[in-house]
């Protein structure tokens, strides 16, 4: 038998599924929005337009105690059937399959009313769950079956059911927090009772014809998590109950191991599914940073998983698909695994979206305006502001010139490139670089626009998106020449020696110490403790961390903790990273002078002399806005991203405000 290709149809028996393609479960956030139903219907129509062979939506909740919060959608009762069919319609319309998911949150709720198998408190919500009686447990399995019937009827394909990342299911499965002495707890056939009893009443309730898939947590990453004879064991049992297919679930949310963030390397948990694959005939499914075509089709064709989940990379790219079976992949615009349009603003509470791509799950409100006029558009800066700005604007219909004063585009992102665990900004130049070419954006590198060139110049509008510089504080000795700019140490024209200070704990604080603290033989694995060989209990073992490059002293004014202000699903990893690699931590203190043997600072009232070989300054930015001050009044100029705000300059805000001025010109 040949190896099957990312284009081969899976034939479940009573239906095929058109490729091996999966788009993986995100909330989004429009499940709880105004006209949230009508919005994710084009969100979804778009992503199967685009190519994908099935859908699994965002977790839907079967019973209030399952609700993610108070106010998240739940599918109970038949008048909420009519909503969802706005969403199944428009996939099939579009030729792709769809399937809810169930998901229950148990311990993991933001609500005061979350039930658990066991009375214990997760580490990182703020509510202590009630302990869930035998007759909860009865009613909690019939509300899966109820709303997978209800989801049934709603039009969707199949479902999805949530038994991984920690939650409900999981936790009932996990002793760590199945503390249970009844039929639900103490052996292990006991903990997955609960499990079972949901498939066999889903299966009771829908019929044969009706995709089933199980989310089985096969890497749990936490301590008393399963062992891999036990997913096993599990794993044959769903098969044997009739399952259709097994997704795999890697980690739970408190788990302090990354799994989707941009530093775990490409397809780098398909270890896990490849393993499990080997004892299993139904067909399996492979998550987690697969991003890219080669990365993708190499998994099928080795048969490593019989099929591939992309979540946030449909965020990124709604057409990735098409994409690659047309063979323009370098039209991809790549997930860059940063997580901070889509997964931080769940968390928040806000609507997900994309950081490369503004317009995920704002599909409708981005129109090209009723009274559209092509104009001649000048952009100042080629950032990632300014590039953003020049391809949509030239999408549109507008005539644009990009005006560049180095020798190449990519501005701010030409140094998060550089930066270890970011190496994903390559991709997104990369796509930049292409859709300048296809679309025929005018680009004039090497010149920088002064006053007298722009007023030579024929345009309509004139878009300032000159970015930033670094911010060097009035401090003394701030001239010495062993006081260094971040700019200067990620674009190597410094080096720095052994012993370092770094004058601020933002993000630019912590992207350079990772910068200087990198280590090409690290390896991933080793340095987060994860067990390959899936022969401890939970995937863990313990860590392998190398001596650290430099000694380094990460400092700031604040009394909080470092690194406050950095996403909230990511954060806690560069902290991690760095306490593993020994930096020093200092805070709450005041700056008096930088001198020869490096930093004067003052903390609880004492001085102290900090020697050090070099001082690096990470202490904000200034926004580079001359010229559109001098234009402003013009009735015809811009300005957006760094060169607009440089406080806690981003990439995500100043790609969004690019969009946003493209369609409203």
């Given at each position: 038998m040949n190896s099957p290709d990312l284009f081969t149809p899976l034939d479940l028996g009573f239906c095929k599924i058109k490729n091996r393609v999966l788009m993986g479960s995100m909330h989004t956030g429009l499940e709880e929005s105004v006209d949230g139903f009508e919005k994710l219907a084009k969100f979804?129509?778009?992503?199967?337009?685009?190519?994908?062979?099935?859908i699994v939506t965002g977790g839907i909740a079967p019973n209030f105690a399952g609700k993610t919060h108070p106010m998240a959608t739940k599918l109970c009762y038949w008048w909420q059937v009519k909503k969802h069919k706005l969403i199944t319609d428009a996939v099939h319309e579009n030729g792709s399959k769809i399937c809810m998911q169930i998901l229950h949150t148990g311990r993991y709720a933001y609500h005061p009313l979350s039930v658990a198998p066991s009375k214990i408190k997760s580490p990182i919500t703020p509510f202590t769950p009630f302990k869930m009686s035998k007759?909860?447990?009865?009613?909690?399995?019939?509300?899966?079956?109820?709303?997978?019937?209800?989801?049934?009827?709603?039009?969707?394909?199949?479902?999805?059911?949530?038994g991984s990342e920690g939650y409900l299911i999981n936790q009932f499965i996990c002793r760590k927090t199945n503390k249970r002495t009844d039929s639900y707890g103490g052996s292990y056939e006991n903990r997955i009772r609960f499990a079972l009893e949901i498939v066999e009443a889903v299966k009771k309730k829908v019929g044969e014809n009706f995709i089933i898939i199980y989310r089985l947590s096969m890497l749990d990453l936490v301590e008393e998590g399963s062992s891999f004879n036990e997913v096993l064991e599990l794993a044959k049992k769903l098969e044997g109950l009739g399952v259709h297919i097994i997704n795999t679930g890697i980690g739970w949310h408190e788990a302090r191991v990354p799994t989707i963030a941009t530093s775990v390397p490409r397809g780098g948990y398909t270890f896990v599914t490849e393993k499990i694959k080997k004892y299993l005939t139904v067909p399996v499914v492979t998550v987690n940073r697969i991003n890219d075509p080669i990365t993708a089709s190499d998994i099928i064709k080795t048969q490593k998983a019989d099929m591939i989940s992309m979540a946030r990379p449909f965020l990124a790219d709604a057409d990735i698909v098409n994409k690659i079976k047309d063979n323009k992949t370098q039209e991809i615009n790549?997930?860059?695994?940063?997580?901070?349009?889509?997964?931080?603003?769940?968390?928040?509470?806000?609507?997900?979206?994309?950081?490369?791509?503004?317009?995920?799950?704002?599909e409708l409100d981005f129109k090209k305006r009723d009274d559209f006029t092509a104009k001649k558009i000048i952009v100042a800066g080629a950032g990632p502001a300014g590039l953003s700005f020049a391809i949509e604007a030239q999408r549109l219909g507008h005539d644009v010139t990009l005006y560049e004063r180095s020798d190449s585009v990519g501005g701010q992102f030409n140094l998060a490139r550089s930066i270890p665990g970011k190496e994903e900004f390559h991709e997104t130049m990369r796509y930049f670089n292409n859709q300048l070419k296809v679309l025929g954006v005018k680009v004039i590198t090497g010149t920088e626009?002064?006053?007298?060139?722009?007023?030579?110049?024929?345009?309509?509008?004139i878009v300032f998106s000159t970015g930033v510089r670094p911010f060097i504080p009035k401090l003394k000795g701030a001239d010495l020449p062993h006081v260094f700019t971040y700019e200067e140490v990620i674009t190597r024209k410094k080096i720095p020696k052994q012993r370092v200070a770094i004058i601020g704990a933002g993000g630019i604080g912590f992207d350079t110490s990772e910068f200087l603290l990198h280590r090409e033989d690290e390896n991933f694995y080793e340095f987060w403790g994860i067990d390959k060989d899936m022969s401890a209990r939970g995937g863990l073992i313990d860590a392998k961390v190398k001596p650290p490059k430099r000694e380094i002293y990460l400092m700031q004014r604040k009394a909080t903790k470092h690194g406050k202000g950095l996403g909230k699903t990511t954060g806690w990893i560069h902290r991690m990273s760095l306490k593993k690699h020994q930096v020093n931590f200092l805070k709450d203190l005041e700056y008096k002078e930088i001198n020869e043997k490096g930093l004067i600072y003052i903390q609880d009232g004492k001085e102290h002399q900090l020697e050090v070989d070099n001082i690096i300054f990470c202490s904000g930015q200034r926004s580079v806005n001359e010229l559109y001050e001098h234009y402003k009044l013009s009735g015809k100029a811009h300005i957006i991203g760094g060169a607009k705000l440089a406080q806690q300059v981003d990439a995500k805000r100043a790609i969004s405000e690019a969009f946003k001025l493209a369609y409203s010109l």
């Open positions: 979804y129509a778009d992503r199967a337009k685009g190519g994908v062979g099935l007759r909860s447990i009865r009613k909690t399995i019939k509300d899966f079956a109820n709303c997978a019937s209800l989801a049934q009827k709603a039009g969707y394909d199949g479902v999805e059911i949530m790549t997930c860059i695994g940063c997580n901070q349009a889509c997964l931080d603003h769940v968390f928040k509470n806000k609507v997900a979206s994309c950081l490369v791509n503004p317009m995920a799950a704002h626009l002064t006053k007298e060139l722009i007023d030579k110049l024929d345009y309509d509008a």
